[in-house]
């Protein structure tokens, strides 16, 4: 099959891009608003672009046509926390994606507790096994064919970060097992982690 991905309305685009880049990390995304207000909402066009610095991105769409509160806040602040869903998190998570009002208390709807972040102001999620508490460095926006923009990659700084002392042996190592974190495919759906591998790096031989 070819497809021409301008030729397809924007519900098969969306579904045939999501359904090939796949599985996906979900960065569950806490910010503040200029007075204190908190959000919490779940995204998955998300990964990571550097370690030196520790970069993370996170793409956010609008909806109905206005930007997300997400993205307004983190303009407003600058600062947001990456929560790592855990596969004990995903009902929680999905709940905290509900179309409603910015001061709507997504932590209450979904049943989880904001916990005082180290650095930001935004709250972590205390249930969350892991925490990137990171400063915004750039927002880009993506552009429509019409110029029109429904997108921003949000680049942001992590300042700290908080691992679960039972998921973490010094300097770097997290035990993935059980952090046992979930990732999104196309639609509905979601991916758990399955089997896990090394592979060695190649290298070239060398000459005798």
């Not at 972040?117 to 429509?144: D, F, G, K, Q, Y």
Request: proline share 8%; glycine share 6%; hydrophobic share 45%.
């Amino acid at each position: 099959m070819e497809i021409d991905p301008t030729t397809l309305e924007a519900r098969s685009r969306h579904l045939l891009m999501t359904g090939l880049v796949v599985p996906r990390p979900i960065a569950w995304v806490s910010t503040v608003d200029a007075d204190g207000a908190v959000n919490l909402a779940p995204y998955s066009f998300f990964a990571l672009v550097s370690s030196a610095p520790p970069t993370v991105v996170v793409s956010v769409g609008n909806r109905a046509g206005r930007e997300k509160d997400t993205l307004a806040n983190v303009r407003a602040t600058g600062e947001l926390v990456v929560n790592v869903v855990s596969r004990e998190l995903v009902e929680a998570m999905n709940a905290s994606s509900v179309e409603s009002a910015p001061d709507h208390d997504e932590y209450a709807f979904a049943g989880v507790t904001p916990a005082p972040s180290r650095v930001v102001r935004a709250p972590r999620v205390a249930e969350a096994h892991a925490h990137l508490e990171a400063r915004v460095t750039r927002i880009v926006p993506v552009e429509n064919d019409d110029g029109g923009v429904t997108n921003h990659v949000i680049f942001a700084r992590v300042v700290h970060v908080q691992v679960d002392d039972a998921l973490f042996t010094p300097p770097h190592r997290v035990d993935a097992r059980g952090l046992d974190p979930v990732a999104r495919l196309a639609g509905l759906g979601y991916a758990a982690m399955g089997d896990l591998f090394d592979l060695p790096r190649p290298e070239v031989p060398q000459a005798t």
